[in-house]
C-alpha cells in the first residue's frame, strides 16, 4: 500500500511514517524542508505522488505547543485550512485518486467539560462554554475550519475521515510526553490548578493501529475520535506517571503558576487547563480493540521504552 504523509516531518509523522514503512507498506512524505518538497499552499509536482496512491494522511498545521499570539493563531489556522484545501485541490484532479483521505483534526474542538464524556454523537463542540477565557474559542474555530476544508473537497471516489484526535503519547523526543516525562523527572509532576480537568490521551502504538484499521474500513467515514477509551483527570494521569518513573514527588502549581510556566515555555495554558473528556466511540462500535485503554499501562510501556529504544 502506498500512503503519503503531507506534514509528515514532524514529531507524530516522524513515528507513523516508520510505523507504517515497518509494516511493508510504501511511505512518501510531504515536507517543506525535507522529504518531497511542497509548501502546504499550492499545487506542485508532489501532487503526482497522491495520483495513484492508496492512502492519504494529512498531518499539516503549525505546532499549537506556542504562545497564543494573534499572528501564532492565524498561523495555526492558515495552515491546517491550506493545507487541507490544496490536498483536496490534488485529490480532485488525479486520474486514480486514492481511497481514503485521512486528515488530522483534534479532540479541542469539543467543549470544556467534566460532567460527561464526549463522543462523535452525543458530545458537544466548544467555543461557547461559561467561565474560560474567550480566546479558547478560537481553538475551536480552527478545528471546525480544518474539517469544513476537508469536507467541502469534491471527492467522490475517495472516503474521508476527520481524525479528531487527542494527546498522542510517544517515547521519542520532541512530543508530550517527553515534556510530561522531563517535567515529572524534575519534581514538577504535580497536580494543576487542583488537577480535576480531564486529558485524554493515545498510545502512539495505539494511533497507528487506529489509522490502518480506519484505512481498512470502507464503512467509516466522517469524524472519528482518536483516543483512548478512558480519559483521566491530569492530577491522575501525573500520580501515574510519578509511579511509573519511581518519582516520590510532585510539586502542585497554582493556576498562576501554570501560566508562569507556559510562557516559560513559549506554550499556553489552555493545553493544561482545558477539560478534554473524550472518547472513541465510534472505532468501539466498530469493533476496535485498543492495546493500551488503560493509562498506567500506557505509562509504564512508554517509560520502558524510552530507558530501552530498542523496545
Not at 503549525?62 to 493563531?73: A, D, G, H, I, W
Not at 502512539?204 to 474500513?217: K, N, P, S, Y
Request: some cysteine; aromatic content about 6%.
Amino acid at each position: 500500500m502506498k500512503v503519503v504523509i503531507p506534514g509528515g516531518t514532524g514529531h507524530i509523522g516522524t513515528f507513523l511514517g516508520r510505523e507504517l514503512t515497518a509494516l511493508g507498506h510504501h511511505v512518501v512524505v510531504l515536507g517543506r524542508t525535507s522529504g518531497t518538497h511542497w509548501d502546504g499552499r499550492t499545487l506542485g509536482p508532489w501532487a503526482a505522488e497522491i495520483d495513484g496512491c492508496d492512502a492519504v494522511v494529512n498531518l499539516a498545521g503549525r505546532s499549537v505547543s506556542c504562545r497564543y499570539t494573534q499572528e501564532n493563531l492565524r498561523q495555526m489556522m492558515d495552515s491546517r485550512v491550506h493545507s487541507a484545501r490544496v490536498i483536496g485541490e490534488a485529490i480532485e484532479r488525479a486520474d486514480s485518486p486514492p481511497r481514503v483521505w485521512l486528515q488530522m483534526s483534534t479532540a479541542t474542538i469539543y467543549s470544556h467539560r467534566f460532567d460527561a464524556p464526549n463522543d462523535e454523537a452525543t458530545g458537544e463542540i466548544g467555543g461557547s462554554e461559561p467561565g474560560v477565557p474567550g480566546y479558547w474559542a478560537f481553538s475551536v474555530d480552527i478545528a471546525k475550519a480544518w474539517e469544513a476544508e476537508q469536507e467541502r473537497a469534491s471527492t467522490p471516489h475517495t472516503r474521508k475521515v476527520a481524525l479528531r484526535t487527542a494527546m498522542v503519547m510517544s517515547p521519542g523526543r520532541g512530543g508530550v510526553f517527553s515534556v510530561l516525562r522531563a517535567l515529572t523527572r524534575l519534581g514538577l509532576g504535580g497536580p494543576v490548578a487542583g488537577g480535576a480537568q480531564f486529558v485524554s490521551w493515545l498510545h502512539d502504538r495505539d494511533f497507528v493501529r487506529a489509522l490502518t484499521f480506519l484505512i481498512d474500513r470502507e464503512d467509516l467515514s466522517g469524524p472519528v475520535n482518536l483516543a483512548a477509551p478512558n480519559p483521566v483527570p491530569q492530577r491522575e494521569l501525573m500520580r501515574t506517571l510519578r509511579a511509573a518513573l519511581k518519582v516520590p514527588v510532585g510539586l502542585p502549581a497554582t493556576r498562576l503558576m501554570a501560566e508562569l510556566g507556559a510562557f516559560a515555555l513559549r506554550s499556553d495554558t489552555e493545553l493544561l487547563l482545558k477539560s478534554r473528556r473524550v472518547v472513541p466511540g465510534r472505532l468501539l462500535d466498530a469493533g476496535f480493540s485498543f492495546g493500551f485503554p488503560h493509562w498506567a499501562d500506557a505509562a509504564h510501556d512508554l517509560v520502558r521504552r524510552v530507558n530501552d529504544p530498542r523496545g
